[in-house]
């Protein structure tokens, strides 16, 4: 995956500059070792110039090509919502450079597989930013797993809830099929999902069900889901954002005990043996991105590796397209 010598600064272009950059991801590309942030793209150009100005970014554009284009950037994070993101990655490609992909992948596994062959054609990295696969509660996470700490594990169970989105946020490009893929399973359920393949490798069998119980939108608003990953650990996933509370969780049942981890709440591992309970404290770092772009950047440079690849992140867009096939009377 080396791009570039290990002194090199690896100098990244934005495109769509919203508002998971603001804290999540913009400000993590500069603060990375080896990193900098040199250019911003949103469509309103005084919206891209103020996100510039204020978090001091050389160049701004209202033109994807022009900062694809631009000289001075080595590779490009993209963030806009997942319909344009397999045109813009191509686009990228083509350019010869590297890319970062904001999570989900695309809106289906299809668009994902032609974002994949556009970078393998010139052998080019394709990343995609499933982060918590470098946030050190997660890595804990499989550690704990692989090294028996529950003994060897057997089951898992995935759950969020949430209620019902009002009528101006149902109008989100979140809640828009055409937009997202899906709905808030597509956005949010997909975290889960890469988890379920960083712990336990890739889910090989898929069975689900959604539907749509609220009727504020189009998209599905309950999906459930049997999955049995390629290790043999099988498992049951519900997210239902019709519901009357918050919650969520990844609960791993094994041989000798239990673990519960949230995978958005910013909380503790707690794990169970017996009667006994421990918490293992983990709280999230200011910009959450920023250790999964060091790993990003190392790989570019020689000197790590990025756990969270283009084939990674097909592989969860796979799980949900399986899940809601029938909702959506197939996928190609």
Not at 189 to 194: E, R
Request: charged content about 20%; some cysteine; proline content about 5%.
């Amino acid at each position: 995956m080396q791009l570039f010598d290990a002194a090199h600064t690896v100098r990244w272009g934005i495109l769509g500059c919203g508002d998971v950059t603001e804290v999540k991801s913009g400000p993590a590309l500069q603060k990375a070792r080896g990193s900098a942030l040199v250019a911003v793209m949103r469509r309103d150009r005084a919206r891209a110039e103020d996100y510039a100005r204020r978090h001091g970014v050389p160049r701004a554009y209202d033109e994807a090509d022009a900062l694809i284009g631009d000289a001075e950037v080595d590779a490009v994070y993209l963030a806009t919502p997942p319909a344009s993101h397999a045109e813009l990655a191509v686009r990228v490609a083509a350019a010869g450079k590297p890319c970062l992909v904001e999570k989900p992948m695309a809106r289906t596994h299809a668009e994902c597989l032609a974002m994949i062959e556009a970078f393998e054609r010139r052998g080019l990295p394709l990343l995609v930013a499933y982060y918590r696969r470098a946030l050190p509660r997660f890595l804990r996470v499989r550690a704990l797993l692989t090294g028996g700490e529950i003994g060897a594990p057997t089951s898992f169970e995935l759950a969020h809830f949430e209620p019902l989105a009002t009528a101006a946020q149902a109008r989100a490009w979140r809640f828009d099929p055409a937009v997202a893929g899906g709905g808030l399973f597509f956005d949010l359920g997909s975290h889960g999902l890469d988890l379920l393949d960083f712990f336990f490798g890739p889910v090989v069998d898929v069975g689900g069900v959604a539907v749509n119980s609220g009727g504020r939108y189009d998209a599905e608003d309950v999906v459930t889901v049997a999955l049995r990953c390629g290790s043999g650990v099988a498992g049951t996933g519900i997210w239902n954002f019709n519901a009357d509370h918050r919650h969520d969780g990844i609960v791993v049942t094994g041989t000798e005990g239990v673990l519960r981890v949230p995978v958005f709440t910013d909380g503790d591992i707690v794990i169970v043996r017996g009667s006994r309970e421990e918490r293992v404290p983990f709280r999230n770092p200011p910009h959450v991105h920023q250790p999964f772009v060091q790993t990003v950047v190392d790989a570019l440079t020689g000197r790590g590796v990025c756990e969270s690849t283009g084939a990674s992140g097909a592989r969860t867009s796979w799980v949900m397209d399986q899940a809601v096939a029938a909702y959506y009377g197939g996928r190609r």
